[in-house]
């Protein structure tokens, strides 16, 4: 059993969940390489240290040089604000350090083409949990196999409400464009689309602002969007995102219409997907709720019970293990690099269709 040290910048939200995550997976997946909290890096002393105390890092610190240049830390994990990522990743390129990034790769097209190019002959991952459920899984793997024919049509969303109250006030999330809505909850969306239909060759999008004002200032990005797109494979496909969606928590849905069925799920109900086959008798014929179980992709190592269920940490476990797999074997996981530049692409083209008010082909981006 070889250990691996393991850096992560960014210590709040997503930091912790990666902690957490590299704390259980070798226990949860048997790993060959098992994690060794090495340093957590923060925006204060403070705040490092609370972090390293909290988590069970060896060392804390408010440099991410200092930690991406340490040779106890042999592997990244980039948990912080998007328009750090590029320099970050870089840096440890530079090392012949893998580096697992969360989504989106960067603050921009042109961060994520320089963190793909500084990637080549490296291991990297972008940090897309959702699609990672057992239910989403297997739905891949229905879409791939032909359960439900040839795919016509789609629809997703991402969807939340914790700005939809118009009194809530001014904070970082309503500043810069990379984390408004297209910049932080349409990329998993996007991701997912990409995941289980394919490459999207043409968008019209339309991106607004619901609340121009909140209270300590204006609004400088996004609050929800549409689009409607045309996929490779000739599938028409429609997606909303929001944040100001009143009662969506965790509104990461989507249906996938085929020649022979239909699938639909809904992250809310994380632990089911519903599946329509057109072969059934007429009096039978309709959705069946599946309950996932150890059947289904990356269940049976959380719980041997069927229909009990995963959460939210358990993909961020799904996630690690991916990355620990990826550097034992040197081999790519996805989704690399790559894969989270061809979400900025389509975030790009979006945001360039909806100035333009036209049909955009992604490709010119």
């Known amino acids: ?12 939200y997503m930091g912790k969940a990666h902690a957490v995550a590299m704390s259980a997976v070798g226990a949860v997946f048997d790993t060959a390489l098992r994690p060794r909290l090495e340093m957590v890096c923060a925006s204060s002393a403070a705040s490092a240290e609370r972090y390293r105390a909290a988590f069970g890092f060896a060392r804390g610190t408010d440099n991410w040089r200092d930690l991406v240049a340490d040779p106890r830390v042999e592997a990244v994990i980039i948990a912080s604000p ?18 697992f990034c969360e989504k989106p790769l960067g603050a921009s097209l042109e961060d994520s083409r320089a963190m793909v190019a500084a990637a080549q002959g490296q291991i990297s991952m972008t940090g897309f949990n959702y699609i990672r459920t057992p239910a989403s899984q297997f739905a891949r793997a229905l879409i791939a196999d032909g359960a439900i024919g040839d795919v016509t049509w789609f629809r997703g969303e991402h969807t939340e409400d914790f700005l939809a109250d118009p009194s809530a006030p001014a904070t970082w999330r309503t500043q810069g464009e990379a984390n408004g809505t297209m910049g932080d909850l349409a990329p998993h969306m996007i991701n997912g689309a990409l995941a289980l239909i394919g490459p999207i060759t ?27 797109c045309r996929f490779a494979n000739g599938a028409m496909g429609q997606m909303y995102f929001s944040r100001v969606s009143h009662g969506r928590k965790m509104g990461y849905a989507y249906e996938v219409t085929g020649t022979t069925g239909a699938i639909r799920f809904d992250q809310e109900d994380q632990n089911a997907i519903w599946l329509y086959t057109m072969n059934e008798p007429e009096a039978t014929r309709g959705f069946r709720k599946i309950l996932t179980g150890p059947a289904h992709p990356d269940y049976a190592p959380f719980c041997q019970g069927p229909g009990h269920g995963t959460g939210y940490q358990d993909q961020i476990i799904i996630e690690a293990r991916d990355f620990l797999r990826a550097i034992e074997t040197n081999t790519p996981v996805w989704p690399t ?3 989270g530049m061809d979400v900025t692409q389509v975030v790009t083209a979006a945001l360039a269709s909806s100035h333009a008010k036209a049909w955009v082909d992604v490709s010119a981006y």
């Not at 059993?1 to 709040?12: A, D, F, Q, R």
């Not at 339309?206 to 689009?227: I, K, L, Y």
């Open 1 to 12: 059993m070889t250990e691996v040290g393991i850096g992560i910048v960014g210590g709040g």
């Open 202 to 228: 043409a968008l019209i999008a339309e991106v607004e602002t619901v609340h121009a004002t909140r209270p300590g200032g204006a609004v400088s990005n996004d609050d929800h969007a549409q689009m409607m």
């Open 82 to 99: 998007q328009e750090t990522h590029r320099e970050i990743a870089l840096a440890a390129f530079a090392l012949n350090k893998p580096v």
């Open 337 to 339: 690099f790559r894969d």
